[in-house]
């Protein structure tokens, strides 16, 4: 998943209140600190996350995101240090707090790679780190089967469309501005399953947040 042509209007589907509820849940647990934000997108959490006065560390697959993010920052005023990452590659960046927002871990393919990037997170954790992020809810995912949107903006035209899949709880979405189009492809899985794969992980979840649309887990790494 790599949002390259999407990247310069990804900011037109921020889910503020989204990233509103993580601002405050690390909060709650810490009011300063370093953030590992991982899959940042255009950067809007991590800008937030700075405002506040936290040391924040962002990342995304996609450098033309990045490209976008760190000129969010700079518009800001606030310092972010970005780089390019896949979280299926280990990181040497330890952190008090790392974030995978915004359903990042939904991109992922197989269970198999969910464990691994639990894993790689626990790695750079703390005895006292948190690692937070969302999955999409099995009856959400399966509710955007046929969805359809046309967006005209000022120099382009953006169809959005989401195709089943033969795979359970797997969808594909059709991104088109104007001529050229981008498929992704999401994957959700039950939430019992994420306890599983966070066991196999030996991440503990510690609180969980239900949302209309998905859940978000706290976890800490267990011994």
């Not at 849940?25 to 959490?45: E, H, N, P």
Request: proline letters at 0%; a negative charge.
């Amino acid at each position: 998943m790599i949002y390259n042509k999407l990247a310069s209007y990804y900011d037109l589907f921020v889910d503020e209140q989204l990233n509103d509820v993580y601002l405050n849940l690390i909060k709650k647990y810490f009011t300063s600190g370093r953030v590992a934000d991982l899959g940042c997108g255009t950067g809007q959490l991590a800008i937030n996350l700075a405002k506040e006065g936290y040391y924040v560390t962002a990342s995304d697959l996609s450098e033309k995101m990045l490209e976008v993010a760190y000129n969010n920052s700079l518009l800001s005023n606030v310092k972010i240090n970005f780089f390019v990452h896949d979280i299926l590659e280990p990181l040497n960046l330890d952190s008090e707090i790392i974030v995978m927002a915004s359903d990042v871990i939904n991109y992922l393919d197989n269970e198999a790679a969910v464990i691994k990037a639990f894993k790689y997170v626990k790695e750079i954790m703390y005895d006292n780190s948190i690692y937070l992020f969302d999955f999409l809810k099995t009856s959400y995912v399966m509710s955007l089967i046929g969805y359809h949107e046309e967006v005209e903006l000022a120099d382009a035209k953006l169809t959005w469309k989401v195709l089943a899949t033969k795979e359970k709880y797997k969808i594909k979405h059709y991104v088109t501005i104007n001529d050229s189009t981008e498929i992704h492809f999401q994957r959700t899985y039950a939430e019992k399953v994420y306890n599983e794969m966070c066991n196999k992980a030996m991440l503990k979840v510690i609180e969980k947040i239900e949302l209309e649309d998905r859940i978000i887990f706290i976890c800490k790494k267990t011994t």
